[in-house]
């Protein structure tokens, strides 16, 4: 069974007071009761000093004579008993016994040997010869004993007895401590037992409970765990906030992640890592530990195995996994706890654009190439050769048209890599689509009278949209910068408003040319792809066009589609926000 605090406690110092208070009582009587002793002893002392002194008036033990003693006897007590003994233990005299002839040496007793040694002794015993209890006194005078004794009767007790007083004084004393013990004990366990159950319902995960903790060190404990306590829940009410949004940010974050422990069981996986993992796994699976016996993730699985080796020093490694069609970089860092989370990133994207702007650096430097070596070459000839008048304005008229060329592969290139990298720098604000569509004719007018060209509008005068207007400028520019380039001559363009609806605008802008074999529509807006690769840079333009006027639509939060027009050419559909 298991003992309270406050029965040990109470036990503990009963047992120690108790021993103590025993302790003082045998203390107390045992000295009380040698001072009673030594009392009477001194009452027996004067007794023999008495006899004493009526010896030695009678000449001593030498002259003794019975007849002088018996004189004495009558004004002592009469139950005294007096003996007179030799040095060597005979009897002379003795007042209790007739015939002291049949008494035998007194040496051996006890009385007499202390008062050999110490002149004087005492001792309580049974008399050998009255079969009677006393209290012997004997004191050594030179050459004989003199020895009193009083019957150790009721009334020589009571006056050898140190008395009860004190013991019922300490008992009634030590039956106070006991119950104030008691009440000391059950208010210090009263306080420890509130401190448990405090304790315990914090353990337990229950509320706080209303608690009146007493007024002492024990109450300071508990008003302090009541702090520590509040600032758990408020700790763990933020962590709990903080995790909720770590949860919610691996939920729906485009990476894929899945946190395992040491022995390799999942802790937390988003959806993303299962549909990242039965991508590349081809399957169709929960299991997110497939990663640890799919041979596709076995460097990671090699990984992980140096790890908990202890062959590798790095915490961290990360490898490329290419299936069905699609790179995806998958990423493993073990924590201290030897618990390890594993990401997993579909980087397909970001791998086409890395190629894409490297294809885009090759293309621009091939495309400058073209333009800078003819600038050289005529600036050259007209440096090295006197030629004549005509020839050199030729030669000064197409340096011109190069660089003419060059400054708007530099503006298209500019432009694109703004739109990639720059997009939230336009600002939009309320156009006139019918003066855009003016601006983009009138900035090639030269051009569409050389190539006997007609842009048509159909649209209401006042169509506004929300828009950037260098954007939307570049997208009808370029658009008809590609019939004049692609189209031919004598063909007519064609810009129609053709619906609208709560949201969005809807045009058609279509020529009456040529048009493209099929093969090549879904091509046309690539950057620096050409339908025609027999044309000559000179007249095919930059390559950029269609591929800036895609990007322009796609900022206005619209689409673009590309078509064979039946009536001829090509026809291009597009919408743009209202």
């Not at 269609?546 to 939060?557: C, D, G, R």
């Amino acid at each position: 069974m298991k003992i309270t605090y406050k029965l040990k406690l109470f036990l503990g110092f009963i047992i120690i007071f108790g021993l103590f208070t025993v302790a003082i009582i045998i203390l107390e009587q045992k000295e009380e009761k040698d001072y009673r002793v030594y009392a009477k002893e001194q009452q027996l002392d004067s007794y023999t000093e008495v006899i004493h002194s009526l010896l030695n008036q009678g000449g001593g033990v030498l002259s003794f004579s019975a007849e002088r003693i018996d004189s004495l006897v009558k004004v002592l007590p009469s139950d005294l008993r007096i003996s007179v003994i030799s040095a060597e233990g005979q009897v002379f005299y003795d007042k209790d016994i007739d015939d002291i002839s049949k008494l035998e040496n007194h040496l051996s007793r006890p009385e007499i040997k202390k008062a050999l040694h110490k002149k004087y002794g005492s001792n309580i015993r049974m008399s050998a010869s009255t079969n009677k209890e006393y209290l012997y006194f004997a004191k050594f005078y030179s050459n004989y004993y003199i020895r009193v004794a009083l019957p150790y009767d009721v009334e020589v007790k009571s006056a050898l007895d140190p008395g009860r007083v004190f013991i019922y004084i300490a008992l009634i004393m030590f039956v106070i401590c006991a119950v104030l013990l008691n009440f000391i004990a059950g208010r210090f366990s009263s306080s420890i037992n509130t401190l448990n159950n405090f304790v315990k319902s914090i353990k337990d995960g229950k509320s706080l409970p209303k608690v009146n903790f007493p007024h002492d060190e024990l109450g300071d404990i508990g008003k302090q765990l009541v702090v520590i306590f509040n600032q758990k829940v408020e700790n763990e009410r933020r962590l709990k906030l903080e995790q909720e949004k770590l949860i919610q940010h691996f939920h729906f974050s485009k990476e894929g992640l899945c946190v395992f422990d040491k022995d390799h069981r999942k802790i937390y996986a988003n959806t993303k890592f299962m549909q990242y993992l039965n991508l590349i796994t081809d399957s169709l699976t929960f299991d997110a530990s497939i990663v640890f016996t799919s041979e596709i993730f076995k460097p990671i699985q090699d990984f992980l195995s140096e790890i908990a080796k202890g062959e590798s020093l790095e915490n961290n490694n990360s490898v490329q996994v290419m299936q069905n069609g699609r790179t995806f970089d998958v990423q493993t860092v073990v924590f201290e706890d030897k618990s390890f989370e594993i990401t997993i990133k579909d980087v397909t994207e970001a791998e086409k654009t890395s190629l894409l702007k490297h294809e885009m650096t090759s293309n621009i430097a091939h495309e400058l190439r073209t333009p800078i070596t003819s600038i050289r070459a005529y600036l050259e000839t007209l440096n090295e050769q006197d030629l004549p008048v005509a020839k050199r304005q030729t030669f000064i008229s197409r340096a011109y048209g190069q660089i003419l060329r060059l400054s708007t592969l530099v503006e298209d290139v500019s432009l694109v890599s703004k739109m990639d990298e720059a997009s939230t720098s336009f600002q939009k604000e309320k156009q006139n689509v019918p003066r855009l569509i003016d601006d983009a004719r009138i900035s090639l007018v030269d051009k569409l009278g050389k190539n006997n060209v007609k842009v048509n509008v159909i649209m209401d005068d006042k169509l506004e949209v929300e828009g950037n207007y260098t954007l939307l400028y570049a997208v009808f520019r370029n658009l008809i910068d590609n019939t004049l380039d692609h189209a031919g001559a004598g063909v007519d363009i064609y810009v129609n408003n053709y619906m609208q609806d709560s949201d969005y605008l809807y045009f058609s802008y279509y020529d009456t040319g040529k048009g493209v074999e099929e093969k090549h529509l879904n091509r046309l807006f690539e950057r620096f792809y050409r339908a025609d690769k027999g044309r000559t840079r000179e007249t095919g333009g930059t390559g950029l066009g269609l591929s800036i006027v895609k990007n322009a639509i796609l900022f206005h939060n619209g689409q673009i589609q590309v078509k064979n027009h039946k009536g001829g050419g090509l026809e291009f559909l597009f919408t743009l926000k209202k």
